[in-house]
């Protein structure tokens, strides 16, 4: 097969792969805008005979989803200013001074990201009611995001300090700064891509988080729009175009942020993988 003909199949498959990837969300969006007899109709439509625009300002209305998604922004925002005032400190010490028994333990903690948020739920809630910090709903729920991740930030993160050379360390420690003095001045400057981009998934993440908020946050205005979708949800649910409407303005944000910095978010993690 010639290297033409190779490059056309990939290309194919990819285009393939794509398609099956986003369709889902091609089909949320198309829901949204059907009527209640087309969304049932057999064989299903692909585009809307009459679109109804206007759902999309209904539910937001409705919904008060304007608090919601703010609520959501808060949990994201807090866990994520958490997570990197001390995960980029923790991640710069376990690049600069590592042995095996560092890789051994990041290994071991890493291993705790594959445990689900509703298995860590009910320990954290207990420890949580113990200290009190239920009366601070969403703190807690910050902490908790916070504990959950911080493993697979330091992670990344210290792959991208490993690829900065130490050498250029020394040289300004030799020119008279600081270890401090060096750290902020050469190494977070070369490191700061890995960094955002780390944030960035931590970010997403966390706006979509739901276990900790739906256990943790009794309060209807401090809820974030992950429960508030949840709240259509009952045995006799019909509200398949308010939900998808709901879910299309709940996700767009992200996939937003996503499409405008996904060669950011590739470069950032590959930033570590070559010296």
Same mark, same amino acid.
């Given at each position: ?17 794509a ?11 198309i ?9 049932f109709?057999t ?7 009459d679109?109804q ?5 209904? $539910? ?10 703010w609520?959501s922004?808060v949990?994201?925002?807090g ?6 005032v ?14 095996i ?9 890493l ?5 689900p948020a ?16 239920l009366?601070?709903p969403?703190?807690? $729920?910050i ?15 210290r ?16 020119d008279?700064?600081?270890?401090v ?8 400057p ?8 780390s ?6 993440q ?41 879910a ?13 910095l996904?060669?950011?978010i ?10």
């Open positions: 097969m010639s290297n033409v003909s190779r490059d056309r199949l990939l290309l194919a498959i990819a285009i393939i792969l398609g099956l990837y986003l369709f889902p969300l091609y089909w949320m969006y829901t949204t805008i059907k009527s209640g007899s087309e969304m109709a064989p299903p439509t692909f585009w809307p005979s679109p625009w206007q759902i999309f300002g209904n $539910v937001w209305q409705s919904r008060n989803m304007g608090r919601y998604i609520n922004l949990i994201a925002c866990a994520v200013s958490v997570i990197t001390l995960g980029v400190g923790c991640a710069y010490v376990l690049a600069r001074y590592r042995n028994w560092i890789d051994i333990g990041l290994f071991l903690i291993m705790l990201q594959v445990l509703s298995l860590m739920v009910t320990p954290i809630f207990v420890g949580f009611s113990q200290v009190g910090l009366n601070y969403r703190l807690a $729920v902490l908790a995001i916070a504990a959950k991740s911080m493993p697979f930030f330091v992670v990344l993160v792959a991208t300090f490993m690829s900065v050379p130490q050498e250029l360390e020394e040289a300004a420690l030799v008279g700064n600081s270890r003095g060096a750290f902020f001045n050469i190494v977070l070369l490191a700061r891509n890995g960094i955002l981009v944030a960035i998934l931590i970010f997403m966390a706006f979509g988080e739901f276990v900790y908020s739906k256990s943790m946050i009794q309060a209807v205005e401090l809820q974030p729009a992950s429960v508030g979708l949840n709240s259509f949800m009952g045995p006799n649910t019909n509200e398949w175009n308010n939900i998808m409407a709901y299309a303005i709940y996700v767009t944000p992200i996939l937003a942020i996503f499409v405008l996904q060669r950011r590739v470069s950032g993690l590959t930033s570590g993988a070559l010296k």
